[in-house]
């Protein structure tokens, strides 16, 4: 765990708030897909909680970015 901990502390770890309509169940029954915006910014909460802990940075690109904002701004990220 402790090297994971300094791996994402020297990464960079992008998270990707969710954007509902692009949302599918993947068909694994991993968990319940939920239906409600707020029931998923939920689940994203829930994520982000461990990440808060472990003291990385992290950059959590808003729902209201398309899908080539949110491209670019990985591959504009990649090249620092």
Not at 14 to 27: M, N, R
Request: aromatic content about 8%; proline content about 6%; charged content about 30%.
């Amino acid at each position: 765990m402790a090297q994971l901990k300094v791996r994402m502390q020297e990464g960079r770890i992008i998270v990707c708030e969710p954007v509902l309509d692009w949302l599918e169940d993947d068909g694994t029954g991993f968990r319940p897909i939920p239906e409600l915006k707020e029931d998923w910014l939920a689940v994203h909460k829930e994520f982000c909680e461990p990440l808060d802990g472990l003291g990385g940075r992290y950059h959590v690109l808003p729902s209201s970015m398309s899908l080539q904002e949110r491209v670019s701004f990985v591959l504009d990220n990649m090249r620092e």
